[in-house]
Every structure is written in structure tokens, then in C-alpha cells.
């Protein structure tokens, strides 16, 4: 069920009325029920894929808490490998295949082995990395096993983030299931606000910028310099819009019953280095793969040459958790070299800023780090976006080809090269929603705004509500082939 559809407009106010008059005792039969019925909206019977990993997880938590030495070990591995298994066979297995007829062909070796006729569940990463959690909490202590099936269930398809995080820990989330929220007016009315704002960011800005992202990148070979890097910027907009959106519905809807989410986004585009941009960027997956992969290979503990492969190793496979595809394993090398350069180059950095004296010019020095950031995770975009690793390529060409001759796309002659051929007045719809996202994501750095409106008067709230919804109304894309972007995740 997609959030931004007619259906959850129905399904999310049903759902609510229901959990806040169930006794407490029924309310996690109830949430279990919508989760399954949210997840079984998209191919019904894929619900048995969670259905299986739900049981060995249930059991291996129960029998990892009970064991000692090797034999606890044994039934963590037993686990992962299962669950790694399940996630191998639909999202892996086409890929690596592929990739090894491709091999046998360069050696003349007939490969007899066919591509599996398998569709990716929805959102399949993200709950068995949220399974992944639970069986190491347990393992390490951190967590006691839990012994409520249902309630263990409910831990990992709680709908409001089954499908797109974010991803929660089990000693974040569980205990949650356990209490007993009640009706408060305030929690409801700041969950829905924050749903609003998600909705926005989604079909409006985030739905608009993909008609002119999706002219370019599904047909690269038509578009050449200032259209390229037009179409990667507005991508870089569009996929924080759509995910954050994503991530702020999920926040809210589960404000909204008293369940509190952790926060996945923090104003990524005014990090000032990308080690920043990862602290605020998909911060429950970030956080993932630094406790579960890069700390347990040794982290920033071990001598220098094993610190940067501990580095790299750990954004190869975030690439690769991504998508099956080249393009991801780029992507995610992409910004392990990024970090090991920037380790590399920090001191030399520092000297540079001093010497020109930069660094007395706090302000634009940040301003400068800023563009640096964003130039950098935009140009990485590229290979996140694009079909193959072909498409990629010709696009990074394609921005440098006729980049000297910017002005003269400013002639009357020529203004349809910038805004892709299209209408101008959505070109510059696009262009003020990206600078008003970035007004008011400059007003949060003193606070939620959240927060903020509500201490403005009734008046100034109200009509600040009804311009939001105008706007969702009247200049939202609705689009329903137009997904979440991180679903196929």
C-alpha cells in the first residue's frame, strides 16, 4: 500500500480509531492484522517470505538466549545465514548470475544456469535488516529474546516503516509494543503535521522534479551538458524528498498511536563534508552498517591501511544493499573514496585554509565545504540514478559537452535546453520548491518547526495548514506507478 495513495487515506484513520478504542491487551493483534494487510496490498502471497524469516528469527533469539559458547554462535549463524539466504535468492541471485554467464562467455564455456522469474518483495532489505538486529542484540546481550510470537512479529512488519525503514532496533522499538499509549491531542495533532509536511515533500516536490529527472535519465542519449547536470541536481532533490517524505509519514503515523521512530534525516545537503553527510543521511542505515560491519572488522582501531579497507569495504556493501546492479557498487565506492580521501588530505586541508586565510572567514568557509559536499554527493548520484553503468558514464560525459557555451542558452532561441524541453512555468515551480525546501530546512537548525508553528497564533496556524494542503491538492503529481523510490530497496 503506498502512502501516498486513496487507499491509506481510508486504511491510516480506520486503523487509528480502531487502536485507540481496542483494550491494550488486543492493540498488537490489531496493528499485526493492518501491518499484514498494508504489506499483503502489494503481491499477497510474498507475505509467507516474511512469515518464514519471522519464525527463525523467533526461535533463534529463544535458542541463542538460552546457549553458551560455540553452540549460542551456531545459532546465530544458522540466523544470518538464513536470513541472508532469503534476501540472496530474490534480490542477489539474478545479478551474480549474470555476472557469471558474462564470465563464461569471455571463456567460451557454455553456462547452462537460467535467471530466476522472481519479483523483489517490497521493501525485502529493510526488514531483515531489522531482523538482522534483533538476533545480534540478542546475541550480545543486549536484548532478551523475546517470548510474545505476535509481538515479535509485529517488531518486524509494523507497517508504518515495513517497507522503507527506518530500520529500528529491537531495544529502540519492542518495549514500545508493551505500553499503553493513550489519546493526547498534541502527539496526534504534531504526527499528522508531520505527516502533512512528508506528503508534501513527496508528491510535490519530490513527484515534480521526477518528470524532468526521468526525461533525461531514461533517455541520456538525447540530452547533453546543462540538461545533464540539471536533471542530477533535481535528482538530488527528489530522492531526499521522496525518502525523507517517506520517512516523515512513517514518523508521524506512528507518533500519531504514541510509538516513537528514530530520526532517519538531518538537513544532509548543509553537511560540510561527506563523514557529516553520512551522519545525517539514512541515519538508521548508516548507524547499521558502523555497528553490525565496520566496528566489528576493527574499525578506526586497527593500523591505517586496514583502518581505509574497513572504510571502503563497508560503503561497498551499502552500494551493493542498494540494488543489484554495478551502478550501486560505484555508487557506494564512490563515497568510500570520498572518506578515505578526505582522511587522506585533512591535515594538508587545515594548512591550505590557514595559509589563504579562510579560516577566518567562518561563513564562507562553511558555505564553500557546503558546495564542495554537495557537489560531490551529487555527482554520485549519477551512478545511483542511472540504468547501467553505460547510461552513467554518458551522462558524466554528456555534462562536460558544450558547458562552455552556458550563456548562450539564455537566448530566447534557446531556453527550452534549460528546462529540458518542457513547460517553463513547471520548470520554475520545480526551481522555487527547492529554495523554499531549503528555507525552511535553514529556519530548523534552531529548532522543529514543528515546534515552532505551535507556538504561533491560532490564525497564523491555520492558514499556514490550508496553504499546505492548497498546495498538496492543487500542484501534486498523483502518479501512482511513481512509487517510493527506496521500495525497490
Known amino acids: 500500500m503506498l502512502f501516498n495513495s486513496i487507499h491509506f487515506l481510508i486504511f491510516f484513520p480506520v486503523v487509528t480509531l480502531l487502536y485507540f478504542i481496542s483494550p491494550h491487551k488486543y492493540r498488537w493483534l490489531l496493528l499485526l492484522a493492518a501491518s499484514c494487510y498494508f504489506y499483503m496490498a502489494f503481491i499477497p502471497t510474498y507475505i509467507l517470505i516474511?512469515?518464514?524469516?519471522?519464525?527463525?528469527?523467533?526461535?533463534?533469539?529463544?535458542?541463542?538466549?538460552?546457549?553458551?559458547?560455540?553452540?549460542?554462535?551456531?545459532y546465530l549463524i544458522i540466523s544470518i545465514i538464513s536470513l541472508?539466504?532469503?534476501?540472496?535468492?530474490?534480490?542477489?541471485?539474478?545479478?551474480?548470475?549474470?555476472?557469471?554467464?558474462?564470465?563464461?562467455?569471455?571463456?567460451?564455456?557454455?553456462?547452462?544456469?537460467?535467471?530466476?522469474?522472481?519479483?523483489?518483495?517490497?521493501?525485502?532489505?529493510?526488514?531483515?535488516?531489522?531482523?538482522?538486529?534483533?538476533?545480534v542484540e540478542v546475541y550480545r546481550g543486549k536484548q532478551k529474546a523475546e517470548r510474545h510470537f505476535g509481538l515479535y512479529s509485529l517488531y518486524v512488519m509494523f507497517y508504518p516503516q515495513l517497507v522503507a525503514g527506518p530500520i529500528e532496533r529491537p531495544q529502540q522499538l519492542l518495549y514500545q509494543f508493551y505500553e499503553h499509549h493513550k489519546y493526547d491531542y498534541k502527539r496526534i495533532t504534531d504526527g499528522l503535521?508531520?505527516?502533512?509536511?512528508?506528503?508534501?515533500?513527496?508528491?510535490?516536490?519530490?513527484?515534480?522534479?521526477?518528470?524532468?529527472?526521468?526525461?533525461?535519465?531514461?533517455?541520456?542519449?538525447?540530452?547533453?551538458?546543462?540538461?545533464?547536470?540539471?536533471?542530477?541536481?533535481?535528482?538530488?532533490f527528489q530522492i531526499y524528498c521522496d525518502f525523507?517524505?517517506?520517512?516523515?509519514?512513517?514518523?508521524?503515523?506512528?507518533?500519531?498511536?504514541?510509538?516513537?521512530?528514530?530520526?532517519?534525516?538531518?538537513?544532509?545537503?548543509f553537511s560540510k563534508s561527506i563523514s557529516e553527510f553520512w551522519k545525517r543521511w539514512h541515519i538508521s542505515l548508516s548507524t547499521w552498517f558502523r555497528d553490525y560491519l565496520y566496528i566489528p572488522l576493527g574499525g578506526n582501531k586497527v593500523p591505517i591501511p586496514r583502518w581505509y579497507f574497513n572504510l571502503f569495504i563497508t560503503f561497498l556493501v551499502s552500494g551493493l544493499w542498494h540494488g543489484a546492479n554495478w551502478?550501486?557498487?560505484?555508487?557506494?565506492?564512490?563515497?568510500?573514496?570520498?572518506?578515505?580521501?578526505?582522511?587522506?588530505?585533512?591535515?594538508?586541508?587545515?594548512?591550505?585554509?590557514?595559509?589563504?586565510?579562510?579560516?577566518?572567514?567562518?561563513?564562507?568557509?562553511?558555505f564553500i565545504q557546503t558546495m564542495i559536499t554537495a557537489t560531490l554527493v551529487s555527482f554520485s548520484w549519477i551512478f545511483f540514478r542511472a540504468v547501467d553503468f553505460s547510461d552513467a558514464l554518458h551522462?558524466?560525459?554528456?555534462?562536460?559537452?558544450?558547458?562552455?557555451?552556458i550563456a548562450g542558452i539564455f537566448g530566447?532561441?534557446?531556453?527550452?535546453?534549460?528546462?529540458?524541453?518542457?513547460?517553463?512555468?513547471?520548470?520554475?515551480?520545480?526551481?522555487?520548491?527547492?529554495?523554499?525546501?531549503?528555507?525552511?530546512?535553514?529556519?530548523?537548525?534552531?529548532?522543529?518547526?514543528?515546534?515552532?508553528?505551535?507556538?504561533?497564533?491560532?490564525?497564523?496556524?491555520?492558514?499556514?495548514?490550508?496553504?499546505?494542503?492548497?498546495a498538496i491538492l492543487l500542484f501534486g503529481q498523483y502518479d501512482l506507478t511513481q512509487r517510493f523510490i527506496y521500495f525497490q530497496f
Not at 515534480?208 to 542519449?221: E, G, I, K, S, T
Not at 503515523?253 to 544532509?268: D, E, T
Open 50 to 74: 516474511l512469515a518464514i524469516t519471522i519464525v527463525i528469527d523467533y526461535f533463534a533469539g529463544i535458542y541463542i538466549e538460552r546457549s553458551e559458547g560455540k553452540k549460542k554462535k551456531k
Open 327 to 366: 551502478t550501486f557498487v560505484i555508487w557506494g565506492a564512490l563515497h568510500g573514496t570520498y572518506l578515505i580521501i578526505g582522511i587522506v588530505t585533512r591535515e594538508f586541508r587545515v594548512k591550505f585554509v590557514k595559509a589563504i586565510g579562510l579560516d577566518k572567514q567562518r561563513t564562507l568557509h562553511r
Open 244 to 269: 525523507s517524505g517517506y520517512t516523515d509519514i512513517a514518523i508521524g503515523a506512528a507518533n500519531v498511536m504514541g510509538f516513537k521512530l528514530m530520526q532517519n534525516f538531518n538537513r544532509p545537503y
Open 84 to 135: 541472508c539466504m532469503v534476501l540472496f535468492v530474490f534480490k542477489y541471485f539474478n545479478f551474480v548470475n549474470q555476472n557469471l554467464a558474462a564470465l563464461s562467455d569471455i571463456f567460451y564455456v557454455e553456462y547452462p544456469i537460467s535467471n530466476l522469474g522472481l519479483i523483489l518483495p517490497i521493501g525485502l532489505s529493510f526488514h531483515t535488516f531489522q531482523s538482522l538486529s534483533y538476533v
Open 193 to 236: 503535521k508531520l505527516m502533512t509536511w512528508g506528503m508534501f515533500k513527496k508528491v510535490v516536490i519530490a513527484d515534480r522534479l521526477a518528470v524532468f529527472v526521468n526525461q533525461v535519465y531514461d533517455n541520456p542519449q538525447n540530452y547533453e551538458g546543462i540538461s545533464s547536470v540539471i536533471a542530477t541536481v533535481f535528482f538530488a
Open 395 to 405: 551522462i558524466f560525459k554528456s555534462i562536460f559537452t558544450g558547458i562552455g557555451n
Open 412 to 470: 530566447p532561441e534557446r531556453m527550452h535546453v534549460l528546462y529540458l524541453d518542457r513547460n517553463m512555468f513547471d520548470f520554475s515551480v520545480c526551481v522555487f520548491l527547492i529554495m523554499f525546501l531549503g528555507i525552511v530546512e535553514l529556519i530548523q537548525r534552531r529548532g522543529s518547526i514543528i515546534e515552532m508553528i505551535n507556538q504561533k497564533p491560532a490564525v497564523y496556524r491555520w492558514i499556514l495548514y490550508y496553504l499546505i494542503l492548497i
